[in-house]
Structure formats: C-alpha cells, structure tokens
C-alpha cells in the first residue's frame, strides 16, 4: 500500500528535476543564410576539397595503421 502511494511522489520529483534541466541558454543566434556552420563555405570549390581532404584522411587511417602493423609483424602488405 505504501509503496503504491510513494510512486506518484517520485514520478513527480523524477519530472521536476527533469524540467529543471532545460534552463534557456540566452543566445542569439542570427538566422541568416551561411550562418549555420561554424566555417566559411563560400567559395565551394575550396570547401569541396577541403571537406573531401578532411574526410578520405579520417577514412584512410585505420588503412595506414594497419598496413603499419603488418609491416612490423613481418606480413605481406
């Protein structure tokens, strides 16, 4: 009995300290267009290579370590 009448009292605790996690930040942020990255993307040429350079680096270093690793063990690679 007691323990069906304690359950809506944590429920409700639960919830308020839920909704006391969302304060507002207070930022302004200006929506305008090409705001919404934290770089500069406006000559698209560059941005394309940089973002392909950026991303077939992270793509190709497991590729490199483990050619590195076979290397040391004597493997073929």
Known sequence: ???????PIL??????QSQSL?????VHIENKLG??????Y???RAFGIKL???LLSGFSIPF???SVQLKRAGGSA
Not at 1 to 7: G, V
Not at 35 to 40: A, C, G, L, R, T
């Open 1 to 7: 009995m007691a323990l069906s009448l304690a359950r």
């Open 11 to 16: 429920r409700q605790s639960i919830l308020r």
């Open 22 to 26: 969302g304060k507002p930040r207070f």
């Open 35 to 40: 705001d919404n990255m934290p770089f500069s």
């Open 42 to 44: 406006s000559n698209k």
């Open 52 to 54: 392909a350079a950026f």
């Open 64 to 66: 490199i370590a483990a």
